[in-house]
């Protein structure tokens, strides 16, 4: 699962860029942090950014952890308009 946006960095303008989450960490008290990378494209091997972000996780959910993360980043105002990929 990932996420195509077009995203701007470091002065340049990245069409359809990918973004994928790298990793999850979750904590006690029902928190998350998520890693997000982002490539040029889907065949890239190193990503030219990476953020942090953090979430609440519910733990009762029926969906596992990453769809809680990729679902929490599509309602972010940075990634407002993403497909699925």
């Known amino acids: 699962m990932a996420l195509k946006l077009t995203k ?3 002065g340049k303008k990245f069409t359809d860029a990918y973004h994928r989450i790298d ?10 942090q998520v890693i997000v990378h982002s490539y040029a494209d889907g065949s890239q091997e190193t990503p030219f950014e990476r953020v942090y972000f953090g979430f609440p996780y519910e733990i ?8 809680q993360a990729y679902l929490s980043l ?3 105002p940075e990634f407002e308009g993403a497909s699925d990929c």
Not at 23 to 32: L, P
Not at 60 to 67: D, R
Request: proline content about 4%; aromatic content about 16%.
């Open 8 to 10: 701007n960095a470091f």
């Open 23 to 32: 990793s999850i960490q979750i904590f006690y008290k029902g928190k998350m």
């Open 60 to 67: 009762e959910s029926s969906e596992n952890p990453y769809q």
């Open 74 to 76: 599509k309602g972010l």
